[in-house]
């Protein structure tokens, strides 16, 4: 795992389970902080070339971008609340949503010192994946979660399940692209935003917009929790011709579309908005199916990005 900042911790908290005998690979289902030599870096790197040598037609990755929400609650329509997974490293990766926890600390995110109500906003819900471990974890009254995602069908899901509060809970639907989000909120009252496998589906050209968003509704000290693909993932190398809609930007079967990211590009749009980073790390992880024999690299992007106590 590596950072772009000199003191972010030597050991982060992804994982422990290092492969330190390659003959082992197949005694566990997954390894952590697996590093790249140059061979697979360019073989990645070709594929990639590749990809992009046989791109759709313009026509086609318009025609995604306007239908996007079709896409989306298209997923949702199908999956329902199948889709739903307690996202169980939550807590571990980003302890500043304890705030029960966090009370006694000055310096957590989770600590609104004005003794009001605390503000927590998921961009991208779905239908519950991160919105009812919070509120399950968090039990004091002042704690709220607001959730909003591009697909009505996901936001339907998502209220009408039992763990859902509508004193602690508001979900609604949002295009995060939009100019106007129309919020349950207003500016500068949110203590953390969660971003999670989210922004990699919104166009390139569009995220600093929505970046700036965060910036405008969080309260100066506030932060964001950020995950999401990173380049090389398995998922981007294994899409086939066709499916590259520009650089590192594609579309999966279903029509919804990801991006991949590097720490660069994702320091590049924080910072531009103003923010401070405060984590940019990337993770290498090897999961292995042990039955086939197959050997499956993850790349995925974690930071944290704070908005300044002063402007």
């Known amino acids: 795992m590596s950072s772009t900042s000199d003191d972010s911790p030597k050991k982060p908290q992804f994982g422990n389970r290092f492969l330190q005998n390659s003959e082992d690979v197949f005694l566990h289902n997954a390894w952590d902080n697996v590093e790249w030599d140059d061979e697979m870096t360019k073989s990645a790197e070709a594929k990639i070339k590749e990809q992009l040598q046989s791109a759709m037609d313009e026509e086609k990755g318009a025609e995604l971008d306007e239908e996007a929400s079709k896409y989306w609650d298209g997923f949702y329509r199908i999956h329902q609340n199948r889709f739903f997974k307690d996202r169980h490293w939550l807590f571990t990766e980003f302890p500043e949503l304890l705030m029960d926890q966090n009370e006694s600390t000055s310096t957590s995110a989770a600590v609104d010192e004005s003794g009001g109500r605390f503000n927590v906003l998921e961009v991208g819900c779905g239908v519950g994946n991160t919105v009812f471990p919070l509120l399950e974890y968090n039990s004091n009254k002042n704690f709220h979660v607001y959730a909003c995602d591009f697909s009505s069908n ?7 399940h039992e763990g859902y509060n509508p004193q602690r809970c508001c979900a609604f639907v949002c295009d995060l692209t939009e100019d106007n989000w129309d ?4 500016e500068g009252s949110l203590n953390i935003i969660i971003c999670i496998f989210v922004l ?18 969080l309260k100066p000290g506030g932060v964001v929790l950020f995950r999401d693909y990173g380049r090389f993932d398995m998922a981007q190398l294994r ?30 749009l924080f910072t531009f908005s103003g923010f401070v980073e405060e984590q940019n790390l ?5 999961q292995v199916n042990r039955g086939k024999l197959l050997q499956m690299y993850r790349v995925w992007i974690q930071t944290k990005y704070r908005k300044p106590n002063t402007e």
């Open 239 to 268: 899409f086939k011709s066709g499916r590259c809609i520009e650089e590192n930007f594609y579309a999966r079967g279903d029509g919804t579309r990801v991006y991949f990211f590097t720490q660069g590009e994702v320091h590049r």
């Open 282 to 286: 990337v993770d290498r992880r090897l």
């Open 154 to 160: 996901a936001i339907e899901i998502l209220k009408e």
């Open 183 to 186: 919020p349950p909120f207003t």
């Open 200 to 217: 990699s589906a919104i166009a390139p050209n569009k995220m600093q917009k929505v970046i700036d968003k965060f910036y405008y509704y």
